[in-house]
């Protein structure tokens, strides 16, 4: 397997202009989660799904953002309108339902704001 | 309410000499526990992790790391740091399972002098 993939892995957009990242998780995962990292506050957890269904989407900042998966091998986090403050590294992860297993990471979405 | 605190924000250590990361977690339940790495510009990679059984659990790249639950505690420790180690460090805890999600704590970015 390819491992989770992340896309695009840079984003340079303007202030109020719709933003939309994308994961593939690895195919047999029933977990899949968006984290963001800043400088400030570290690797933030913002939402995450078992078997396709939003489970906690309490770390997500604001109406402003978004996640949907509407299947088991793709997922999108969109952020409309984008600010300056999100500005970061927005990860997905991805990780089976059996015990004794890690989460897989992609490596990750560059979010800049201008 | 779960957390992990990783005390230090950064440490230098010279090539060579040996390194104890620390960790510490409130977690309602049994933990599980992981120490992941991400050199710069990289998603997140799994060094190591426990479940159960052993406390002391070895990973890849000369890791190991000591599972304390009397001190709450998952330091990572190597004997012999090599520059290639200069990275940062991030200590998770989740409970696995039905309990999907990792909590993480804000990192520990290690510096190696020659």
């Known amino acids: 397997d390819a491992g989770v993939i992340q896309s695009p892995r840079h984003e340079v957009t303007e202030m109020g202009q719709e933003v939309t990242l994308r994961c593939k998780p690895i195919s047999g995962h029933d977990y899949l989660f968006w984290y963001r990292q800043t400088m400030m506050r570290g690797l933030e957890l913002l939402i995450y799904f078992n078997n396709n269904v939003p489970i906690d989407d309490s770390g997500m900042p604001e109406d402003r953002f978004s996640a949907k998966m509407p299947n088991a091998s793709f997922s999108t986090l969109k952020i409309q309108p984008s600010e300056p403050r999100d500005s970061a590294v927005y990860f997905c992860?991805?990780?089976?339902?059996?015990?004794?297993?890690?989460?897989?990471f992609g490596q990750g979405t560059r979010l800049t704001v201008v | 309410a779960q957390s992990v605190t990783q005390p230090d924000i950064h440490i230098t250590v010279s090539e060579g000499a040996s390194l104890e990361l620390r960790c510490n977690y409130s977690?309602?339940?049994?933990?599980?526990l992981f120490w992941y790495v991400q050199s710069p510009g990289q998603g997140l990679q799994l060094l190591l992790k426990?479940?159960?059984?052993?406390?002391l659990v070895q990973g890849i790249k000369g890791f190991e790391a000591e599972f304390k639950r009397s001190q709450s505690s998952f330091n990572l420790r190597k004997p012999s740091v090599h520059w290639s180690d200069a990275a940062e460090y991030f200590c998770?805890?989740?409970?696995?399972?039905?309990?999907?999600?990792?909590?993480f704590g804000k990192g520990t970015k290690l510096s190696v002098k020659p």
């Open positions: 426990y479940f159960s059984g052993d406390t």
């Open positions: 992860a991805s990780r089976p339902l059996r015990l004794n297993t890690e989460a897989f």
């Open positions: 977690y309602g339940a049994t933990p599980y």
């Open positions: 998770a805890v989740g409970g696995g399972g039905s309990q999907g999600n990792l909590i």
